[in-house]
């Protein structure tokens, strides 16, 4: 098995695990693995020390970690939107979790696409608000172009609202913090 597959298999048996209760996770990580010792070990330690810490082991995040992009390693894949797709990085120069959100290869070519995702992060990184992610860098790597931000441990409202019905006070509590954002996002544009 080449590399690229054993890390996609790692990357799907981690985030498995990392959706189910924490007592359920040994027991599904064994049967996932079966005899594979050295995967069971990877995937047990990204589970250890995937927590709210914004500082990584870099040693022990460095065996599990996939492809460079630029200085940093890739870790896994947190999401896919309009705009790109976003990966969980290590900052190999600070030791600390970043969000990596990289233009699709379809759009490379695209002046219209490439100069859209530019004005994003720049429209991004002039934003300084506890509920708005904060940008810190806009690059390339050959070909590919890439935004480097925090990384926000947690889940997206997408992903919390269809299993779990936000309770009308919680939903009034989120709809608050995103109408504060964008009327900060309205105070700059002005």
């Not at 594979?36 to 810490?53: A, G, K, N, P, T």
């Not at 082991?57 to 870790?75: F, I, M, N, Q, Y």
């Not at 940008?135 to 172009?145: A, I, P, Q, R, T």
């Not at 709809?175 to 009327?183: C, D």
Request: charged share 30%; hydrophobic share 40%; proline share 4%.
């Amino acid at each position: 098995m080449d590399d690229k597959a054993r890390w996609t298999i790692l990357e799907q048996i981690f985030h498995a695990a990392l959706a189910l209760e924490p007592g359920q996770r040994a027991e599904y990580i064994r049967g996932a693995c079966g005899e594979d010792e050295e995967l069971r070990r990877r995937v047990q330690s990204l589970l250890v020390r995937d927590d709210s810490s914004s500082t990584v082991d870099t040693d022990a995040w460095e065996d599990a970690a996939g492809p460079s992009v630029g200085p940093d390693r890739v870790l896994s894949k947190l999401g896919s939107g309009g705009m790109g797709d976003v990966y969980l990085a290590l900052d190999s120069r600070l030791g600390r979790k970043i969000a990596l959100k990289v233009l699709p290869p379809q759009f490379v070519t695209d002046a219209e696409r490439k100069s859209r995702f530019l004005r994003e992060a720049q429209a991004a990184s002039a934003l300084n608000h506890p509920n708005i992610v904060a940008v810190h860098d806009f690059s390339s790597d050959g070909e590919l172009d890439y935004l480097v931000t925090e990384y926000v441990p947690g889940k997206s409202l997408d992903r919390l609202s269809p299993r779990e019905r936000l309770k009308l006070m919680e939903a009034l509590g989120y709809a608050i913090q995103i109408a504060k954002a964008l009327a900060c996002n309205l105070e700059i544009t002005r």
